[in-house]
């Protein structure tokens, strides 16, 4: 094996909003008219509690209609605009006015609640009425926004719009980036615990005991979502099944583009997620790469939603602190995730590589946990790292833990959540954190010195980037197991797995803890904030959710 290096994937870590960004001159008018905008005109979604309720139901183990998961036309009746209401919209945005400037498409969402919009610039300042300029980050990329920002929700529509547009993005919005605050060692010691391998998770966790299932449809798939330019080299998939003796299993289909050579490209992330999720269980993989700077989850939604025979299980490596987000980006977001699990979709996103998270980036008055982990429709996974040969494993001291302090905790939570508060063992202040708050991780997985093939270099990675895959590849093994003998779809498993209680090894060693924080989480017998219900075990965890 070639030499190691070290490095942490912090795609989890931390992100920041809008000040990375640096305002630069007017729009020129060639640059008004030779460029493009994608503008996402967000309708008002109709009829939530009703979805919420439905949910509820197909989401619960105890509950008759559990699976019956609605299709996306029974979804789009229920919470999207009408197709009068939707044509108000679409011919204020083909008004005469600014027609004659250049072309325009408007695409309707699958749920009829959003409206996606390419043009020039030129148009897009004369429909909204604002002053167009360009933006420049750190990496040398440009975006054009308005001169002046403002809130989507503040963007100028005319007055009978008001009632059917929730907000309008991409006109005066900067876009959230995640901020990687890795480090990268030559042949430094590395993280706690012992390295991992493919044939080291299915050995531990017992997937090597199941044979492989047929992976054909949506029910007997799997995918990751990447970002920001994560990519990932074929050849350097191909090159790692083959270094650890298991079957060949490419990601079979790619939508948005695998720019991997290009100058903006990452391999780290990507990379990893492909390399354990398509080797831990031998089901087909695809790959949802986004394009451009933005960590936008809705247009992530959008574009699983919108493709025909998307896997059900999707795995998020990626998120920021809550406090990152605007409150109605992360209500939007959660309610795709809401759409999307209602329809039979299971979503798993890494907690975090920040512990608890802190709400300052050089002090500790409050923590600040990661989203899109924080959701309630989404199983969030956190890590640990494992000890010796024996198999003991202890918490990974930076896996995202913690209390959102957005989403109320669910129904299905209390009992465990409630369980470890009056354990009596040691809380950070009240002051900190939110004891009332949807409570993550829900499982976890190992999280470090995990071994990547990176242009035929075998790295050691750490993160709940790591845990995720490797989760959400044994979770997509139990929907196949589950389409072979023609029962439904997982949909949200968070109410199956705190109905069973146990899914494996329950990890009662070590904290959850951020270096600068005075306080963390500690683990304890039963569900913790440090690793949620434990470890999966195959047997254990293709039980209960058969």
């Known amino acids: 094996m070639k030499a190691s290096l070290v490095v942490v994937l912090a795609a989890v870590a931390a992100a920041v909003s809008g000040y990375d960004w640096r305002r630069g001159h007017a729009l020129t008018s060639s640059e008004l008219l030779e460029g493009e905008m994608r503008v996402r005109v967000e309708l008002v979604q109709r009829n939530m509690h009703r979805l919420r309720h439905i949910n509820h139901a197909v989401s619960d183990p105890t509950n008759p209609a559990r699976g019956h998961f609605l299709s996306s036309q029974q979804v789009r009746q229920l919470i999207g605009q009408p197709e009068s209401a939707i044509r108000l919209v679409t011919d204020f945005l083909q008004q005469p006015e600014c027609s004659h400037l250049c072309p325009l498409s408007a695409t309707t969402g699958v749920h009829g609640d959003y409206i996606f919009v390419n043009t020039c610039p030129l148009r897009v300042q004369c429909l909204f009425g604002v002053t167009l300029a360009s933006y420049t980050n750190e990496k040398g990329v440009s975006i054009v926004r308005s001169a002046q920002l403002l809130d989507p929700a503040h963007v100028p529509l005319p007055q009978a719009l008001r009632p059917l547009v929730f907000r309008v993005v991409g006109v005066a919005d900067l876009p959230v980036e995640l901020r990687w605050l890795g480090a990268r060692a030559e042949e430094g010691p590395g993280f706690p615990g012992l390295n991992i391998d493919p044939n080291l998770i299915r050995a531990n966790y017992g997937n090597d005991q199941y044979a492989d299932v047929p992976s054909v449809g949506q029910q007997s798939s799997q995918a990751c979502g990447e970002f920001q330019h994560e990519y990932f080299r074929p050849q350097d998939l191909t090159e790692a099944q083959a270094h650890w003796g298991l079957p060949e299993n490419n990601v079979t289909n790619i939508v ?16 990893l997620d492909f390399q354990y999720i398509s080797t831990v269980e031998n089901l087909e993989t695809w790959a949802f790469i986004m394009p451009g700077e933005a960590f936008d989850l809705i247009a992530y939604c959008q574009l699983v939603l919108a493709t025909p025979g998307a896997p059900l299980v999707q795995s998020l490596s990626y998120g920021g602190g809550e406090s990152i987000f605007d409150a109605d980006t992360l ?22 590589d920040s512990a608890t998270g802190s709400t300052k980036l050089f002090s500790c008055p409050q923590f600040d946990p990661t989203f899109p982990a924080t959701s309630p429709y989404v ?17 990974w001291a930076s896996g995202g833990s913690g209390f959102s302090t957005t989403f109320a905790r669910p129904s299905w939570q209390d009992a465990a959540v409630t369980q470890y508060l009056s354990s009596g063992v040691q809380l950070p202040p009240s002051s900190y954190w939110n004891s009332s708050g949807r409570a993550i991780p829900d499982l976890a997985a190992y999280g470090t010195n995990y071994l990547v093939n990176i242009r035929g270099r075998y790295e050691k990675v750490a993160g709940t980037s790591a845990s995720c895959p490797v989760v959400a590849a044994m979770v997509a093994y139990s929907n196949a197991l589950r389409d072979q003998t023609g029962i439904s779809a997982l949909g949200n498993i968070n109410p199956t797995l705190y109905a069973a209680g146990a899914v494996g090894t329950d990890i009662t060693c070590g904290e959850s803890k951020l270096s600068r924080c005075d306080y963390g989480f500690f683990t304890a017998p039963g569900w913790d904030p440090a690793t949620g219900l434990g470890t999966p075990l195959a047997d254990i965890l293709f039980n209960l959710l058969d």
């Open 256 to 271: 948005g583009d695998d720019n991997w050579g290009s100058l903006l490209s990452q391999l780290g992330e990507a990379s």
């Open 331 to 352: 209500q939007r977001t959660n309610n795709e995730f809401l759409k999307m699990t209602t329809e039979g979709y299971t979503l798993l996103a890494a907690s975090g």
């Open 379 to 395: 199983t969030a996974v956190g890590a640990t790292y494992l000890v010796d040969a024996s198999g003991d494993q202890c918490v």
